[in-house]
């Protein structure tokens, strides 16, 4: 009598993890192109066969993309473009969850009049078109003497990503018993201590998730780093592009693909090594309360 539902169960099961398997080959072929292809040779590239694995590793164009490729006039690879995009994103995202900690924190546990609708205009930010404030921002960090260097993209991207952190660490600390809070206080404890001692423990998941977050955000942005930033202080992501564009006799696709991977490793190396993370804390955020 059970042997309907068994084969039925089987089948069903059978489907989902073949429909699950088509799209992560789907999803991962670009990633499989661009790997191969950064670690062929000329030669290989032009006999046209883009799936073919390389008859030899080849790490030459991973050399060149990042110490001596042309990126326009220069050609001192995809190296001090990186360690721009390092110097930015660091404290960035570091300074930008931290803040945005503190207001989750105040908006949705230290409440007062007028928090609601600060909360409402805070979210603004969130779907507000970064485009709008690229004449204001640029005015802004003339007047602090911030334009065209690293520190005026890390308060860019510190205040860009203050709506979306505020959101993500209010939303969590909503769930927060207000019976804490008060015990706390009975205690002798005060805004900070309360912060630090009792809610900051408590925030491992969503501190991870709003790490991750920020970083893929700041790392993968072009729009502030190519309007914000001058010759000595571009972030990686604008020197992929220039690198891409220079014009040459003879296109090099194994360069090209092995400076994208390189401005991509960092990223993808957070999703491996913390992916799972950022899973357990999007889980912990929605079944609290």
Request: charged content about 10%; hydrophobic content about 55%.
């Amino acid at each position: 009598m059970n042997a309907k539902p068994l084969s039925f169960q089987w089948l069903s099961r059978a489907l989902i993890y073949t429909s699950l398997g088509l799209g992560a080959l789907l999803f991962l072929a670009p990633l499989y192109v661009m790997v191969i292809t950064s670690l062929k040779d000329a030669e290989q590239i032009r006999a046209g066969n883009l799936l073919a694995l390389p008859t030899s590793l080849n790490w030459e164009s991973w050399t060149l993309a990042w110490s001596t490729a042309c990126t326009g006039a220069q050609c001192s690879g995809l190296q001090p473009y990186f360690w721009n995009s390092v110097l930015m994103a660091v404290p960035a995202v570091l300074l930008s969850t931290a803040w945005g900690a503190i207001n989750g924190y105040v908006l949705s546990l230290w409440k007062f009049r007028g928090s609601d609708t600060l909360f409402a205009l805070l979210l603004f930010g969130v779907f507000m078109p970064f485009q709008v404030v690229l004449l204001p921002m640029s005015q802004v960090l003339g007047w602090l003497g911030l334009s065209s260097s690293v520190g005026g993209l890390i308060l860019v991207h510190m205040l860009a990503g203050l709506p979306s952190t505020t959101l993500f660490f209010r939303n969590y600390y909503a769930a927060v018993p207000p019976e804490l809070l008060r015990a706390a206080r009975i205690d002798g404890a005060g805004f900070w201590m309360i912060f630090w001692r009792i809610i900051l423990p408590m925030s491992t998941p969503i501190v991870m998730v709003t790490l991750i977050w920020q970083f893929t955000q700041v790392w993968n942005d072009f729009l502030f780093g190519v309007a914000f930033t001058g010759a000595d202080s571009k972030p990686v992501t604008v020197g992929l592009n220039n690198l891409a564009n220079t014009s040459s006799s003879v296109k090099a696709y194994n360069v090209d693909m092995a400076a994208a991977l390189i401005a991509g490793l960092p990223t993808m190396l957070v999703y491996v090594l913390a992916g799972r993370y950022f899973v357990r804390g999007l889980t912990a955020g929605a079944v609290k309360g």
